[in-house]
């Protein structure tokens, strides 16, 4: 697959593990996930992607059941930038990047995997947040530590494509739990990509190991002193 809006190949790739949601009362979802509001997502991709460390990923599932995830590391890109998709070029294939800020942008990459992304700063400027990782509560802790197993695992594709992220359809992006508290971030460079590598666009949550790959000489934590989500921080 290729990393976020460039044409290198991604490395992260793994096997699909399907693990049953935990079901939970339709009622309760409003409260215990509330959408991120539009304006969240007014404002660059640079101020707007490491905020988004510790928000949730969550899908409302056929079955009533509900499907989610802590976000764990993102990316950002911009049209001024030449690892953007956006950057000198406007397509079809693109054009949900150039559009409204707090929708999903989801592009194909080798023809079979998929890349989930958040346009944000403003209509007509190419700027959006690939989400790189997540860590999903009771599953194992690289089922989603990457953009393609983050798509395969939420069932992301395509057909998401423009959708609004703000909880008006069955996947939106939530505030971060109330149990979440402050996080320790690492900023560091992008993933995969030919020019702008010195740029410091990628985050991620410190002590998680669901991280898709971690800066130069940062150890990857022992597991008695990983975090990780569990079910309660969805409440």
């Known amino acids: ?21 935990t079901p939970i ?32 990923l969550a899908k409302r599932q056929e079955d009533g059941s509900l499907l989610w995830g ?10 001024d930038e030449p690892a953007c998709h956006g950057y000198r070029r406007r397509s079809p294939q693109n054009e949900t990047l150039f559009g409204e800020p707090g929708r999903f942008y989801v592009y194909v990459s080798y023809g079979i995997h998929h890349c989930v992304n958040v346009v944000t700063d403003r209509a007509e400027w190419a700027n959006g947040v690939l989400l790189r990782a997540i860590a999903l ?5 690289r089922v989603a530590a990457g953009p393609a197993l983050l798509a395969r695992r939420f069932g992301l594709d395509p057909s998401h494509d423009r959708a609004a992220v703000t909880g008006e359809n069955d996947v939106w992006l939530a505030t971060r739990p109330a149990t979440f508290g402050t996080p320790t971030i690492v900023s560091t460079t992008r993933i995969g990509i030919s020019q702008g590598q010195d740029l ?33 921080d969805g409440q």
């Not at 290729?2 to 044409?7: E, G, I």
């Not at 309760?28 to 510790?54: H, N, T, W, Y």
């Not at 509560?137 to 802790?141: A, K, Q, S, T």
């Open 137 to 141: 509560p009771d599953e194992p802790e």
């Open 1 to 21: 697959m290729h990393c976020l809006f460039c044409k290198q190949p991604c490395q992260t790739w793994a096997k699909k593990v399907v693990v049953p949601a």
């Open 25 to 56: 009362a339709t009622h309760r979802i409003a409260k215990d996930f509330p959408a991120l509001s539009q304006s969240f997502f007014c404002r660059p991709a640079e101020v707007v992607g490491p905020e988004l460390v510790g928000c949730r």
């Open 200 to 232: 410091p666009w990628r985050w991620y949550l410190k002590n998680c190991r669901s991280i898709s790959r971690r800066a130069k000489g940062d150890r990857t934590p022992p597991l008695q002193q990983a975090w990780a989500p569990v079910a309660s």
């Open 70 to 79: 802590v976000i764990v590391e993102t990316e950002a890109y911009s049209q």
